[in-house]
């Protein structure tokens, strides 16, 4: 069982930017593929970034250039540093992790999300 602790979510002004933090669990963390997802009222819960255990990133067209995922491998940490953030960009913001099982299968884990609202 891996636990998830999300942290830096809030209110910011369009063009502001945010840190999200994802404390994770487990003593194997470097084996992780790791992601941010959000999910906005009315819509579906969407990938926003991320970022595979090898360093592999991949990124929503929507934030490209604007967004960086990296992880902290001695703390446990993934981070999302949003920049030049648009008041699109409000939604609720979800760390997930996906662990390397004895089967040799991946399972996923969800972080109990955190609100990001940008205002205009």
């Known amino acids: 069982q891996v636990q998830l602790v999300e942290s830096g979510g809030g209110l910011v002004q369009a063009g502001g930017s945010l840190r999200l933090s994802c404390v994770a669990s487990?003593?194997?963390?470097?084996?992780?593929?790791m992601g941010w997802y959000r999910q906005a009222p009315g819509k579906q819960r969407e990938l926003v970034a991320s970022l595979g255990s090898g360093g592999s990133t991949n990124y929503a067209d929507s934030v490209k250039g604007r967004f960086t995922i990296s992880r902290d491998n001695a703390r446990n940490t993934v981070y999302l540093q949003m920049n030049s953030l648009k008041p699109e960009d409000t939604a609720v913001y979800y760390c997930?992790?996906?662990?390397?099982?004895?089967?040799?299968?991946?399972?996923?884990?969800w972080g109990q999300g955190t609100q990001v609202t940008v205002s205009s």
């Open positions: 997930k992790v996906d662990v390397p099982t004895a089967l040799g299968t991946r399972r996923a884990y």
């Open positions: 487990g003593s194997s963390f470097r084996l992780y593929n």
